[in-house]
């Protein structure tokens, strides 16, 4: 099994790198972003509670997060293995991440960190802006607010893989094709 925590700010190439990596290793994607805009859309209790913050570019209660994600994770547990996109986001959905694959008797491999300075993922998502109808996408200080959100809160949780020795960082900068070069080589040598 392969169980891959896929990390980095928003628009480090996250959602677009995990896509690559369902398609090459056969994993589980799970991208707690696009499930909470999926309950958004379905205007699930869940769904109203997370628009209030996601519109803010702050981050949904860690609570609800990994409840959302216990049922998800012991559907497959019998998978070929799971790239996380987007979760964790705290130290906390860390925590409570090794605990429910602990719970399946199964554990993460490696964390990749996707390395991308402010200014191009500003470009980015202002770019994203023009096609993905994201409310969080459409206004600056929103964006702003998201990198400031996961330098202040999601950040930390370097130390926490680090810690395991499971932290790997890759250059996000280049090509989609160089960039996923870089993580297949992370995972050559795991
Ligand atoms: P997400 O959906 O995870 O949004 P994101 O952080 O912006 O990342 P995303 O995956 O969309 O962007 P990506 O880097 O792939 O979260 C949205 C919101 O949901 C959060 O702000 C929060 O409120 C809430 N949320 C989600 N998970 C949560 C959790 N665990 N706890 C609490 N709240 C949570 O790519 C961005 C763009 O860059 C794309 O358009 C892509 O085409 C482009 N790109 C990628 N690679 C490139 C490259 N090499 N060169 C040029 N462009 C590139």
């Known amino acids: 099994m392969l169980n891959i925590v896929l990390f980095g700010p928003p628009g480090a190439g996250k959602g677009t790198h995990s896509i690559k990596l369902v398609e090459k290793y056969e994993l589980v994607h799970f991208s707690t972003g696009e499930i909470l ?3 958004i859309a379905a205007k699930t209790e869940l769904g109203i509670q997370a628009k ?6 702050e981050l949904v209660p860690d609570k609800l997060v990994v409840e959302m994600m216990r049922k998800k994770i012991s559907q497959y547990r019998n998978s070929k293995g799971m790239v996380f996109d987007g979760f964790p986001r705290t130290t906390a959905q860390a925590e409570a991440l090794d605990k429910l694959l602990l719970d399946n008797e ?3 491999d490696a964390m990749i960190m996707l390395d991308v300075e402010r200014e191009e993922l500003i470009k980015r998502l202002k770019k994203r802006a023009e096609t993905s109808g994201r ?3 459409a206004d600056m200080s929103i964006i702003e607010n ?3 959100v996961y330098n202040k809160q999601t950040l930390p949780i370097v130390e926490y893989y ?3 020795n499971k932290y790997k960082k890759v250059d996000g900068i280049g090509s989609i094709e160089d960039i996923f070069g870089r993580i297949e ?5 795991l």
């Not at 209030?52 to 570019?57: I, N, S």
């Not at 080589?185 to 040598?189: A, D, F, L």
């Open 37 to 39: 805009r999926g309950e």
């Open 52 to 57: 209030a913050v996601m519109d803010k570019g």
């Open 106 to 108: 199964i554990g993460i």
């Open 135 to 137: 409310t969080d996408d």
């Open 146 to 148: 998201r990198i400031d």
């Open 162 to 164: 680090q810690k395991q």
């Open 185 to 189: 080589e992370v995972i050559k040598n």
